[in-house]
Every structure is written in C-alpha cells, then in structure tokens.
C-alpha cells in the first residue's frame, strides 16, 4: 500500500518529465527538418541563377531581331557529317535475309549446293531471277516472298544478293 501510495506521490512529476520528453524531441524534429531541407532555391536568387546557367540549353535558334548574349557564339549551319555507305553488300543481304530458307532449304527454297535445281532457274535469264527475289516468287517447289520479306532493303541490294547467291551456286 505505502508502494502504491509512493507512485501516486509521483505521478505529476513523471507526467511533467514525459511531457518535457515530447516538448524536447518536437523541438529537435522541427530544427533537424529545417537543417535538412538545405536553401530554398525560390528564395535564393544566386543559387537559383547558378543552376539555371547550368541547366541551360547547349544551343538555341536565333530568330530574326535577337541579340547574341556577351560571349554567345554564332553558327551559321550545323556541320554535317558525310553519309556512311548504308547499302549492304550482297553477302552481307545473303547472311541477313535469304540464308533462313536459303541456307537450309526450308520450304523448298534451291539451296546453293543444289546445282541441279538451279540450272533451269538459271536458263530463265537474270532478269526474271531479280523480277522473283524482288516481287516474291510462287513455283512449284514452294513461296518466296518478296524480297525474302525484307522490304526494308533496295532493290540494288536484293538484286546484289542474287548475284551473290548465283555466284555460289556450287557447280
Ligand atoms: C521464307 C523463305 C525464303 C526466304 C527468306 C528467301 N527465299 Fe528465295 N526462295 C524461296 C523459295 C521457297 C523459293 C523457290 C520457289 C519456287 O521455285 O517454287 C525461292 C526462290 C528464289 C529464287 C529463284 C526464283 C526463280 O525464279 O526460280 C531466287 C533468285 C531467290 N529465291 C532469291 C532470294 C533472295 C535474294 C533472298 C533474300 C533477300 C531470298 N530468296 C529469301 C524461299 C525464300
């Protein structure tokens, strides 16, 4: 009982501490958050402009009646770099495109160890050879498509690839 009676004694005193806890951990809260968050750009006008300048653009359009700012440079045109050679090769079109079916002969497509298919192809002349890798071909062995489905590539290129196909046939 005279335990009990102690803790009641006491009981303002612990609530007064507890409470000056919660006062104390607020305060230190509301400081760190402020330390924290580091300078308010809005209100900071150096800063601002120190990072305005270093997200600036690389390059602007100069419309007709603007000024160049001090130290801005003037390009009259973009320096063009020259065009690489886009046209693929023959055997590189070959690798790419024809040698799925050609290569292997899936679908009855004359591979280039099958001589003997190709000497009538042959017989049709070159330009009927072109005419079919270019617009898609239906015989009796079977459907190719045009331009080996790769109508991305030229016709120079396809008709390379004949070339290149023909020149390996072996004999
Ligand atoms: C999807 C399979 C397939 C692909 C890919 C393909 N071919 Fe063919 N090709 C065939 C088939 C099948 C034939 C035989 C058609 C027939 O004679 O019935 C054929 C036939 C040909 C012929 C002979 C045409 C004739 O008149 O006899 C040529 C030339 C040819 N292909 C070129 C190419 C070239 C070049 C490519 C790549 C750009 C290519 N093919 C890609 C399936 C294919």
Request: aromatic share 6%; hydrophobic share 40%; net charge negative.
């Amino acid at each position: 009982m005279a335990q009990d009676q102690k803790l009641i004694d006491k009981g303002p005193f612990a609530v007064a501490i507890l409470a000056a806890i919660a006062v104390a951990f607020a305060v230190l809260g509301v400081t760190l958050t402020s330390y924290m968050k580091g300078p308010d750009i809005r209100e900071d006008a150096e800063l601002r402009a120190s990072i305005e300048d270093r997200i600036r653009p690389f390059g602007r359009v100069k419309l007709p009646g603007e000024e160049l700012a001090p130290g801005e440079l003037q390009v009259d045109e973009m320096p063009q770099a020259d065009p690489v050679a886009t046209l693929l090769t023959g055997p590189q079109v070959f690798n790419e495109a024809c040698i799925a079916c050609h290569g292997t002969g899936i679908g009855g497509a004359p591979t280039l160890e099958d001589s003997a298919t190709w000497e009538p192809r042959i017989a049709q002349g070159m330009n009927t050879l072109y005419l079919h890798a270019l617009e898609g071909y239906t015989g009796s062995a079977g459907y190719m498509p045009p331009k080996g489905a790769r109508l991305d590539l030229s016709d120079q290129e396809i008709s390379d690839a004949v070339d290149y196909m023909l020149s390996q046939v072996t004999n």
